[in-house]
């Protein structure tokens, strides 16, 4: 199977080889690889791949440039015991990555690895949730593309973060029912700083500290909560925000 991280180091390795971040062409070659991996087999126009790769009005020799990081790319490839050439493959005007169908890339799992959490969250099975939870969070906590700067880059890191707030909510979720109190505060404590509106994490935070015996401090949550949503939103909490406070205070 063909494994390719985009995440992290990039990585893409097979049984014959393992090719690593420095491997790619530089920088415009590890972007290129991955507008390609997230093209999800579509063929890519050349212009299309040239905007990713040079934001504005790309240089005089972009055209040629484009050329030069296709042709090392298929050499990479080569090396991993591929066709290059049949695998980033040329149509007029445009690219196709043609991975093999069994290839596994960090991304997707951890897509995938999300909705199978929850859902087993939902069906009140929080054992099932623990390992692709924690899938999840590990390849979403990775940076994507450290150093480099465009839009479709910025719209997959919001789409990494937000899975990555969610599998830290499932994480808690697990914990809590696992008696990891501490791991518990702090995976939804993790998920407030990277979302500070979404009062689902505060609501975990507030649950977390009072099994922990922490009442006063999951009450502190509440009143931090209530205070910013207040502030910048001019509304009161949620009626389950709400409910979880008064379950805390009735324990007291």
């Given at each position: 199977?063909?494994?390719?991280?985009?995440?992290?180091?990039?990585?893409?390795?097979?049984?014959?080889?393992?090719?690593?971040?420095?491997?790619?062409?530089g920088?415009?070659?590890?972007?290129?690889?991955?507008?390609?991996?997230?093209?999800?087999?579509?063929?890519?126009?050349?212009?299309?791949?040239?905007?990713?790769?040079?934001?504005?009005t790309?240089?005089?020799?972009?055209?040629?440039?484009?050329?030069?990081?296709?042709?090392?790319?298929?050499?990479?490839?080569d090396?991993?015991?591929?066709?290059?050439?049949?695998?980033?493959?040329?149509?007029?005007?445009?690219?196709?990555?043609?991975?093999?169908?069994?290839?596994?890339?960090?991304?997707?799992?951890?897509?995938?690895?999300?909705?199978?959490?929850?859902?087993?969250?939902?069906?009140?099975?929080?054992?099932?949730?623990?390992?692709?939870?924690?899938?999840?969070?590990?390849?979403?906590?990775?940076?994507?593309?450290?150093?480099?700067?465009?839009?479709?880059?910025?719209?997959?890191?919001?789409?990494?973060?937000?899975?990555?707030?969610?599998?830290?909510?499932?994480?808690?979720?697990?914990?809590?029912?696992?008696?990891?109190?501490?791991?518990?505060?702090?995976?939804?404590?993790?998920?407030?700083?990277?979302?500070?509106?979404?009062?689902?994490?505060?609501?975990?935070?507030?649950r977390a500290?009072?099994?922990?015996?922490?009442?006063?401090?999951?009450?502190?949550?509440?009143?931090?909560?209530?205070?910013?949503?207040?502030?910048?939103?001019?509304?009161?909490?949620?009626?389950?925000?709400?409910?979880?406070?008064?379950?805390?205070?009735a324990?007291?």
């Amino acid at each position: 199977m063909l494994r390719v991280y985009l995440s992290g180091q990039m990585a893409v390795e097979s049984e014959a080889h393992r090719i690593v971040a420095s491997d790619f062409p530089g920088r415009q070659g590890r972007e290129a690889f991955a507008r390609c991996v997230l093209g999800k087999g579509m063929p890519l126009s050349r212009s299309e791949l040239t905007a990713a790769l040079w934001a504005g009005t790309p240089p005089p020799a972009a055209d040629s440039a484009l050329n030069s990081i296709v042709s090392k790319l298929r050499r990479l490839l080569d090396r991993l015991g591929l066709d290059g050439t049949a695998v980033l493959r040329s149509a007029p005007g445009s690219y196709e990555l043609a991975l093999p169908a069994d290839t596994w890339i960090d991304h997707e799992v951890a897509f995938d690895a999300i909705h199978r959490a929850e859902t087993e969250l939902r069906a009140e099975r929080p054992r099932e949730a623990y390992g692709p939870s924690a899938i999840a969070r590990r390849i979403c906590e990775r940076p994507f593309l450290p150093g480099s700067e465009a839009e479709w880059i910025e719209n997959r890191r919001i789409k990494l973060r937000r899975v990555l707030v969610r599998a830290l909510e499932c994480r808690s979720e697990v914990y809590l029912w696992n008696g990891e109190h501490p791991f518990a505060v702090e995976a939804a404590r993790e998920a407030t700083v990277l979302e500070p509106f979404r009062e689902s994490a505060y609501r975990l935070l507030m649950r977390a500290h009072a099994a922990a015996g922490n009442t006063a401090e999951a009450l502190r949550v509440y009143e931090r909560c209530r205070e910013l949503i207040a502030d910048e939103l001019g509304v009161p909490p949620s009626r389950e925000t709400k409910r979880v406070h008064a379950e805390i205070i009735a324990e007291l």
